[in-house]
């Protein structure tokens, strides 16, 4: 019943900006906590940025200052803005849902590619 589905991803030049959004459906959205995360080739998946039901955000200290998670409750849709994009940054970006903010993240997209070139 639950589903994600990511766009937004791309290929820019190092120091540009990409928005990704992701869609949710067959939950009751505003009391969910979403998340971000990102899966690099050869690397273990990890988190990017989080934001509660709430607005609490929190976020990975290598993308602090130049990304920002936010989330529209009337669209049951999550956002992760990506400014100063560098090559580090390449990776497979995956929407995430924790149902009622219990810890559980059981639910994932399919992911969008994000590469940044030098």
């Known amino acids: 019943q639950v589903q994600l589905v990511e766009s937004g991803g791309g290929l820019v030049q190092a120091g540009g900006s990409l928005r990704l959004s992701c869609a949710a459906s067959g939950s009751i959205f505003n009391r969910d906590t979403m998340g971000w995360y990102r899966q690099a080739p050869e690397k273990e998946r990890e988190l990017v940025a989080r934001?509660?039901?709430?607005?609490?955000?929190n976020y990975a200290d290598f993308v602090k200052g130049r990304f920002t998670i936010s989330r529209d409750n009337a669209k049951n849709t999550v956002a992760l803005q990506m400014n100063s994009l560098k090559p580090e940054d390449t990776a497979v970006y995956y929407c995430?849902?924790?149902?009622?903010?219990?810890?559980?993240?059981?639910?994932w997209g399919q992911g969008t590619q994000v590469t940044v070139s030098s």
């Open positions: 934001i509660t039901a709430g607005g609490s955000t």
């Open positions: 995430n849902l924790d149902q009622a903010g219990l810890g559980l993240w059981n639910y």
